[in-house]
């Protein structure tokens, strides 16, 4: 069968939340790691100084003092098994980050994390290959390779649809990235991939002109100031997305569809609109470091979540009952039945639609389900 899409309006029942993302920030990590570095006896700007007067001091080995700022700081940026510090650790090339820890498996074949400690388990060449189990205690998420980032991304200006009335200068919001969505359809309509602001497409990043400006969902439950605030934050998030993808070549998805308790077993959040299940995905993990941060999932993220998939041989593309839930009249509870699991990953296929961030029309959020 092909995929199963549904436009979905703000307020219809019975849809489930889309599995939770947990994304690495590059720019995160940088506002919330380095604000801290740089107060600190050890900070990056105290280092990075030392550095520097040991370059006066030593005119003969000028090279090798400006040589030894340079790695200070790119070690701080950029991460360093050696150095704990920066937040993040790797196993099995896959960045783990401060609070989480390894729970099995490969990067291959799906490598879970869990933010309990006694889900913590050793990573081996042996190990890895064992049955992730299904009783883990914390949230759980599925790390996603992306090996080639640039085919998800388009690097270019565009802007997004009006976010107030008029269409005044000081109104309007641009991005520079947008997602190369796929072009897909289901049994009645044709999905055309866009840019923001094409309202014709479906797109993200992007705001529903006649939704997202009514204060009871920008406002009362998004806690937005104005329209335009709700834009220019889901740019930046979308901006932050989109640079830890690049930079670790993949994410974190949600291991199940997202309940009362979050990343866990349990009965699906459903009969709620699309800005209670966005802010509740924000919600599951509450990093004051700022190293990582959940968000609902991007459109982009399903459709890279999909390919790799389909080089695990599920197919992805047509028929996915072997591996789907479809048999049942109502919903499960996620995570009920290994024999919906994909990669570590439960209920993608059947039991509820996924929410993501794709917008369509004015009116519209996009919901996905293989």
């Known amino acids: ?38 107060i600190g006896q050890n900070g990056i700007f105290s280092r990075a100084q030392d550095a520097a007067n040991t370059w006066r001091n030593a005119e003969a080995n000028e090279q090798l003092a400006l040589g030894e700022g340079a790695d200070l700081i790119d070690e701080y940026l950029n991460g360093n098994n050696d150095n704990p510090s920066t937040g993040i650790t790797t196993v099995d090339n896959v960045p783990i980050p401060d609070g989480f820890y390894y729970a099995g498996g490969s990067k291959d074949t799906g490598l879970v994390i869990s933010d309990n400690p006694a889900d913590k388990k050793e990573f081996s060449e042996e190990t890895k290959t064992d049955a992730v189990p299904n009783t883990l205690q914390g949230n759980q998420f599925v790390w996603v390779p992306v090996e080639t980032p640039s085919n998800y991304f388009i690097d270019a200006e565009a802007t997004l649809s009006t976010t107030a009335t008029g269409s005044e200068e000081e109104n309007k919001v641009k991005t520079n990235v947008y997602s190369n969505l796929k072009v897909r359809e289901d049994d009645k309509s044709t999905y055309t991939a866009g840019v923001p602001g094409d309202e014709s497409s479906v797109r993200e990043p992007d705001v529903l002109s006649r939704y997202d400006t009514d204060p009871q969902y920008h406002s009362t439950i998004l806690n937005f100031a104005s329209p335009k605030a709700m834009a220019e934050s889901f740019v930046a998030e979308y901006k932050a997305m989109s640079d830890s993808i690049k930079k670790y070549k993949g994410f974190y998805i949600g ?89 570590g990953i439960f209920d993608l296929a059947g039991n509820c639609r996924e929410w993501t961030q794709e917008a369509y029309s004015t009116s519209f959020r996009v919901s996905r389900r293989w």
């Open 255 to 343: 291991r199940y569809e997202l309940t009362a308790n979050g990343e866990k077993k349990g009965a699906s959040l459903t009969n709620t609109n699309w800005y209670n299940l966005y802010k509740a995905c924000q919600n599951v993990v509450q990093d004051e470091t700022g190293i990582v941060k959940s968000t609902m999932i991007y459109g982009v993220q399903w459709d890279a979540t999909m390919d790799w998939l389909k080089q695990n041989e599920f197919n992805t593309d047509t028929d996915s009952s072997s591996w789907g839930n479809y048999g049942s009249s109502s919903k499960i509870d996620t995570g009920s039945d290994t024999k919906y699991e994909a990669n």
């Open 1 to 38: 069968m092909k995929e199963k899409i549904k436009k979905i309006k703000k307020d219809v029942r019975g849809i489930t939340l889309i599995a939770l993302v947990v994304t690495i920030i590059v720019l995160l990590i940088l506002a919330g790691i380095a604000l801290n570095l740089t």
